[in-house]
């Protein structure tokens, strides 16, 4: 069985998301297919080769499974984050999604961009957090630009069930006006789809985007405010 490159795994509380706050061991794998060179991305370690290469573990379904079981034994929701989960070897990565299902590790969601095609299995055992990669991030080349990579995107919106989610990471009004006009197009692919949104760290000021969004009644859309980074130093690991 192949093995997964781990950054790192460890119990915290969800920062973001639909269910921000809640008890979370976070297994976060190394390796992500995008930079975002527009805006820093917050977890370098895990996205870098010349820090990832040296720093990351490969790990067995089993170990990866055995290292949850340690730092959370009384239970915990399971996020999947990195980089980018679902470059990992599918196989594997389902055996630990299945087995941590099966020890009750019940509730477990992967982050992802979106831009690779998620597996059947996917939908079926977790639920999904699609940050859906706007101007601002500087990745035109990589996806907008990109039929193929736009293709995927879409057609796993498409697939979505309830719960799953569209995450709109927002730095300036170009963006803004960015997500409105796909919000109205992945409206249109998907009836289950939620959408929320928040700003890039530092980039813009969280009350005025949240004006745009009163202003334009997107009653849909859901405001994350990244709590792991107010309540700790965003530079620290394990939070």
């Not at 982050?111 to 999904?128: D, H, I, Q, V």
């Not at 990579?149 to 919106?157: A, E, M």
């Not at 697939?159 to 803004?176: C, L, P, Q, S, W």
């Amino acid at each position: 069985m192949t093995k997964l490159r781990v950054s790192e795994i460890y119990l915290s509380i969800q920062g973001e998301g639909p269910r921000v706050g809640a008890p979370t061991v976070f297994v976060r794998f190394a390796g992500c297919n995008l930079r975002c060179p527009g805006w820093p991305c917050d977890t370098p370690h895990a996205i870098d080769p010349q820090i990832y290469r040296t720093d990351a573990k490969l790990l067995t379904p089993e170990e990866i499974i055995a290292e949850v079981e340690k730092v959370a034994p009384g239970g915990a929701d399971i996020c999947y984050t990195g980089g980018e989960p679902f470059l990992q070897n599918h196989d594997s990565f389902f055996q630990v999604v299945e087995g941590l299902a099966k020890t009750g590790y019940i509730t477990q969601e992967a982050f992802t961009n979106g831009t690779l095609e998620y597996p059947e299995w996917a939908y079926e055992w977790m639920f999904l957090v699609l940050d859906w990669k706007l101007t601002g991030a500087g990745e035109e080349v990589n996806i907008l630009g990109t039929e193929g990579t736009q293709s995927t995107r879409l057609k796993n919106v498409e697939r979505m069930n309830e719960g799953d989610v569209v995450k709109f990471t927002i730095k300036n009004e170009a963006d803004y006006e960015e997500a409105k006009r796909w919000y109205e197009l992945l409206g249109e692919l998907s009836d289950k789809a939620n959408f929320i949104y928040g700003v890039v760290w530092g980039a813009l000021e969280p009350s005025q985007l949240i004006e745009w969004v009163l202003r334009d009644e997107l009653v849909e859309w859901t405001y994350s405010h990244q709590l792991h980074n107010v309540i700790w130093d965003r530079s620290k690991r394990g939070i």
